[in-house]
C-alpha cells in the first residue's frame, strides 16, 4: 500500500479547536464493518455488557513547551524523551539560532546543547535532575499542543486542564491520550454499576506519534516510546476473555503497548516494562483486543493505518467518509468513534 492510500480531504471548520462541555458529550460514530451508528460518548456503557474489560492510558502530559533565551535570541524548545536524570531529547525552533556548547536560559533553570541532531531535534542536559525539572518546568512551561490547534495568549492556561485525562497521574507524556478525554467520573461510575471492569496501563506518549510519514511505508521507524503493563492488568484481561467478556482498548496507545506485551512465541499476554517502537499496519494480525475507541486521526499517519488495520481498510474509509459528511469534529480535541474488531 502506498501513503496515498490514507490521505483524506478534511474541512478545515471540522478540526477541533476546543473540547466539547462536557466531555462526555462529544459524539461517537459506532464503527461494525461497513456500519455505521451515530451516538453519544455517554453512551458508551450501554454499548458495552457486563464482564466487559476497558483499558486506559494513565500517562500524564508534561508542560514541555519551553521558552529561553541564547543570550539575547529567543528560542522555543518542545521536550519530548528523557535520556538521563539531566538529559532530554527535544525540538529547538528556530534550530539555526543554536549550536553545540549553547546555553539556554529559562525563568529559573538552564540547559546546554550537547548534540544537534536532524529535523530541529537537539539532545540537552540541564543543571537540576529531572525530580527537580519536572516541578519547574510544571510553572512555566506550557502544553504542547498540536500545531493544528490556535490559541491566544488568554487561553492557553485552559489546556493544562483540558488537554489531561482525569485519570492521569503518572507524569512523562508529551501528547494526550486523546481517546481518554471523553471520560468523566459519571461516565466511569455508570461503567462500574454496569459491572464492567476498567484498568490502567501506561504509554508516556512522543512527539512523533501523531506525524504523518514522510517517506515510504515499509521503511518507516517508530519513535521508541515507553510504556508498562502490570501483572493485575494480564490477569484481568485473561479472566475477560475466559468469562467471554471483550477487552475495549481506550486509544491507539493502549492498543500499542498491549500488543507490544503479547509474546507470539508463547502466545500469551505477559507483564511489561520497557519501550516499544510497534509500527501497525494493514495485514497486522491483533492479539488483545476486541474493540477500539479512538479518535479521528490525521491523513497520511501512521494512526491511519492502525485503525485501518483493526477496522478494516476500506471499512474506515467510509466511516471517515461518513464522518465528514455528517460534522464529526477530528482530531485531539474532537469526537471519537468505536470500532469492533474485523473479527468481533
Same mark, same amino acid.
Given at each position: 500500500?502506498?501513503?496515498?492510500?490514507?490521505?483524506?480531504?478534511?474541512?478545515?471548520?471540522?478540526?477541533?479547536?476546543?473540547?466539547?462541555?462536557?466531555?462526555?458529550?462529544? &459524539?461517537?460514530?459506532?464503527?461494525?464493518?461497513?456500519?455505521?451508528?451515530? !451516538?453519544?460518548?455517554?453512551?458508551?456503557?450501554?454499548?458495552?455488557? +457486563?464482564?466487559?474489560?476497558?483499558?486506559?492510558?494513565?500517562?500524564? =502530559?508534561?508542560?514541555?513547551?519551553?521558552?529561553?533565551?541564547?543570550?539575547?535570541?529567543?528560542?522555543?524548545?518542545?521536550?519530548?524523551?528523557?535520556?538521563?536524570? +539531566?538529559?532530554?531529547?527535544?525540538?529547538?525552533?528556530?534550530? &539555526?539560532?543554536?549550536?553545540?556548547?549553547? =546555553?539556554?536560559?529559562?525563568?529559573?533553570?538552564?540547559?546546554?546543547?550537547?548534540?544537534?541532531?536532524?529535523?530541529?531535534?537537539?539532545?540537552?542536559?540541564?543543571?537540576?535532575?529531572?525530580?527537580?525539572?519536572?516541578?519547574?518546568?510544571?510553572? =512555566?512551561?506550557?502544553?504542547?499542543?498540536?500545531?493544528?490547534?490556535?490559541?491566544?495568549?488568554?487561553?492557553?492556561?485552559?489546556? !493544562?486542564?483540558?488537554?489531561?485525562?482525569?485519570?492521569?497521574?503518572?507524569?512523562?507524556?508529551?501528547?494526550?491520550?486523546?481517546?481518554?478525554?471523553?471520560?468523566?467520573?459519571?461516565?466511569?461510575?455508570?461503567?462500574?454499576?454496569?459491572?464492567?471492569?476498567?484498568?490502567?496501563?501506561?504509554?508516556?506518549?512522543?512527539?512523533?506519534?501523531?506525524?504523518?510519514?514522510?517517506?515510504?511505508?515499509?521503511?518507516?521507524?517508530?519513535?521508541?516510546?515507553?510504556?508498562?503493563?502490570?501483572?493485575?492488568?494480564?490477569?484481568?484481561?485473561?479472566?475477560?476473555?475466559?468469562?467471554?467478556?471483550?477487552?475495549?482498548?481506550?486509544?491507539?496507545?493502549?492498543?500499542?503497548?498491549?500488543?507490544?506485551?503479547?509474546?507470539?512465541?508463547?502466545?500469551?499476554? &505477559?507483564?511489561?516494562?520497557?519501550?516499544?517502537?510497534?509500527?501497525?499496519?494493514?495485514?497486522?494480525?491483533?492479539?488483545?483486543?476486541?474493540?477500539?475507541?479512538?479518535?479521528?486521526?490525521?491523513?497520511?499517519?501512521?494512526?491511519?493505518?492502525?485503525?485501518?488495520?483493526?477496522?478494516?481498510?476500506?471499512?474506515?474509509?467510509?466511516?471517515?467518509?461518513?464522518?465528514?459528511?455528517?460534522?464529526?469534529?477530528?482530531?485531539?480535541?474532537?469526537?471519537?468513534?468505536?470500532?469492533?474488531?474485523?473479527?468481533?
Amino acid at each position: 500500500m502506498k501513503i496515498s492510500d490514507f490521505d483524506f480531504e478534511l474541512p478545515s471548520n471540522l478540526i477541533a479547536q476546543k473540547p466539547i462541555s462536557p466531555r462526555d458529550n462529544s &459524539k461517537l460514530l459506532l464503527i461494525n464493518k461497513n456500519k455505521f451508528i451515530d !451516538r453519544k460518548f455517554f453512551d458508551l456503557p450501554d454499548l458495552l455488557k +457486563k464482564n466487559d474489560l476497558i483499558i486506559c492510558n494513565n500517562t500524564k =502530559v508534561l508542560a514541555s513547551k519551553l521558552f529561553g533565551k541564547r543570550n539575547t535570541a529567543s528560542i522555543q524548545i518542545t521536550l519530548h524523551k528523557k535520556n538521563s536524570d +539531566k538529559s532530554w531529547l527535544a525540538f529547538s525552533k528556530p534550530a &539555526k539560532k543554536i549550536n553545540v556548547g549553547d =546555553v539556554i536560559e529559562f525563568e529559573n533553570f538552564k540547559a546546554k546543547i550537547l548534540e544537534k541532531l536532524d529535523y530541529g531535534e537537539i539532545r540537552i542536559m540541564f543543571d537540576c535532575n529531572n525530580e527537580e525539572l519536572i516541578e519547574r518546568i510544571s510553572k =512555566v512551561g506550557r502544553m504542547p499542543l498540536p500545531p493544528y490547534i490556535k490559541r491566544s495568549k488568554e487561553e492557553k492556561n485552559l489546556d !493544562r486542564i483540558n488537554y489531561q485525562t482525569i485519570f492521569a497521574n503518572k507524569i512523562g507524556a508529551v501528547a494526550a491520550p486523546t481517546a481518554g478525554l471523553h471520560f468523566t467520573e459519571s461516565i466511569i461510575n455508570k461503567i462500574k454499576s454496569a459491572q464492567i471492569d476498567l484498568d490502567y496501563i501506561t504509554l508516556h506518549v512522543g512527539a512523533g506519534t501523531f506525524l504523518p510519514i514522510k517517506e515510504e511505508i515499509e521503511t518507516h521507524k517508530m519513535h521508541a516510546e515507553w510504556g508498562e503493563v502490570s501483572n493485575r492488568v494480564v490477569e484481568k484481561i485473561k479472566k475477560c476473555k475466559e468469562s467471554g467478556g471483550r477487552v475495549i482498548s481506550i486509544g491507539t496507545t493502549t492498543l500499542r503497548i498491549l500488543e507490544t506485551a503479547f509474546n507470539k512465541k508463547e502466545n500469551s499476554l &505477559k507483564p511489561f516494562s520497557g519501550n516499544t517502537d510497534i509500527f501497525i499496519k494493514p495485514g497486522y494480525k491483533f492479539n488483545v483486543i476486541d474493540m477500539l475507541l479512538t479518535n479521528f486521526h490525521l491523513p497520511k499517519s501512521t494512526l491511519m493505518m492502525l485503525v485501518s488495520a483493526f477496522g478494516g481498510y476500506k471499512n474506515i474509509k467510509l466511516a471517515y467518509q461518513y464522518a465528514i459528511k455528517n460534522n464529526y469534529r477530528f482530531f485531539s480535541y474532537g469526537d471519537c468513534c468505536l470500532i469492533k474488531a474485523l473479527n468481533e
